[in-house]
């Protein structure tokens, strides 16, 4: 190995390192995966009771499914973090957290604010592109103290959603868009985060 490729891996080395410190450890893994279970479920749930979207009644009742699910997954995983931040967090990582709600609040306040504008409107086949964006731009805005590998699964999301907007409402308003999308998303997000914790402690 020559001087310049050794100091290009201690670079890399040291970078790895310094992504480890600055990652955030109070996501949980084990609650990204139960939040793909919500999503599954809210599916199967929007496919017995409203498969079809053919009046305002039905959009409200499909809008209700999916908050229910959502307010679920925000409850789980900010319990998680919490927990974490009593029992287990240093000072530094008690900071993070701070750091990492300032973040994501804005996606979280813009994504209620247009679900129940759309409401509102009725106009219940942009909720999907939102939920997708909105969560995209958070987790985006968060990527520094997540694992490396999350950040296309954030690219993912936003860009569902994007494509979201503009699909016609049969489809996105299919029972199985959120549920295949959020469930895949939130299950990969949950593996990686095992799996880098996981690296981190060995």
């Known amino acids: 190995m020559t001087d310049l490729e050794r100091a290009l891996a201690d670079i890399?080395?040291?970078r790895e390192r310094l992504g480890g410190v600055q990652r955030f450890k109070g996501y949980s893994?084990?609650?990204?995966?139960?939040?793909?279970?919500?999503?599954?479920?809210?599916?199967?749930?929007?496919?017995?009771?409203?498969?079809?979207?053919t009046s305002a009644h039905d959009g409200r009742l499909y809008f209700a499914i999916w908050f229910a699910c959502c307010a679920a997954s925000i409850v789980l995983n900010y319990s998680a973090i919490a927990h974490w931040y009593v029992n287990d967090a240093t000072a530094r990582e008690r900071w993070q957290t701070?750091?990492?709600?300032?973040?994501?609040?804005?996606?979280?306040?813009?994504?209620?604010?247009?679900?129940?504008?759309l409401l509102r409107a009725?106009?219940?086949?942009f909720l999907p592109g939102v939920w997708f964006g909105c969560y995209g731009v958070g987790l985006i805005a968060s990527r520094t103290m997540l694992?490396?590998?999350?950040?296309?699964?954030?690219?993912?999301?936003?860009?569902?959603?994007?494509?979201?907007?503009?699909?016609?409402?049969?489809?996105?308003?299919?029972?199985?868009?959120?549920?295949?999308?959020?469930?895949?998303?939130?299950?990969?997000?949950?593996?990686?985060?095992?799996?880098?914790?996981?690296?981190?402690?060995?």
């Open 12 to 14: 890399a080395e040291v």
């Open 29 to 53: 893994g084990l609650a990204a995966l139960v939040s793909a279970g919500f999503a599954l479920s809210a599916g199967v749930v929007q496919w017995l009771l409203v498969p079809t979207m």
């Open 98 to 117: 701070a750091t990492v709600g300032f973040a994501i609040l804005p996606a979280l306040v813009l994504g209620a604010a247009l679900s129940f504008a």
């Open 122 to 125: 009725n106009l219940f086949a």
């Open 147 to 202: 694992p490396r590998a999350v950040v296309p699964v954030c690219v993912a999301f936003l860009a569902a959603g994007a494509a979201l907007l503009f699909a016609p409402p049969a489809v996105a308003l299919a029972p199985w868009v959120l549920a295949a999308g959020f469930g895949a998303g939130q299950a990969a997000i949950g593996l990686i985060v095992i799996r880098d914790r996981e690296r981190t402690t060995a």
